[in-house]
């Protein structure tokens, strides 16, 4: 069985920085795209950042210049440096990784961590 497990979630005053991390652990094949997603109380589950197998990384224009998406691919791990963090970044953080398992891609997400941002 997959499964996605996050970390690296909690409280920061604004203008700081957490580092959000993901692994996905079992009889894992090959990972395709991974990502964040982010769901703020009363709002829609919004992309915030996006990674492919090669590298290639896009992200929501609200994060630009300050989140860094990366993966380590021998790990299975994806990671969300957020920097310059405003109250507005305030959500439940979701990691979402298309992974090859029982002969097919499918979506699996973790479970969501908190980043909570302020004063």
């Known amino acids: 069985q997959v499964r996605l497990v996050e970390s690296g979630g909690g409280l920061v005053q604004p203008g700081g920085s957490l580092r959000l991390s993901c692994a996905a652990s079992?009889?894992?094949?090959?990972?395709?795209?991974m990502g964040w997603y982010r769901q703020a109380p009363g709002k829609e589950r919004e992309l915030v950042a996006a990674?492919?197998?090669?590298?290639?990384?896009n992200y929501t224009d609200g994060v630009k210049g300050r989140f860094t998406i990366s993966r380590d691919n021998a790990k299975n791990t994806v990671y969300l440096q957020m920097n310059s963090l405003k109250p507005e970044d305030t959500a439940v953080y979701y990691c979402?990784?298309?992974?090859?398992?029982?002969?097919?891609?499918?979506?699996?997400w973790g479970q969501g961590t908190q980043v909570t941002v302020s004063s």
């Open positions: 979402n990784a298309e992974i090859f398992w029982r002969g097919r891609y499918s979506d699996y």
């Open positions: 079992g009889s894992i094949l090959s990972i395709n795209d």
């Open positions: 990674i492919t197998s090669f590298g290639s990384t």
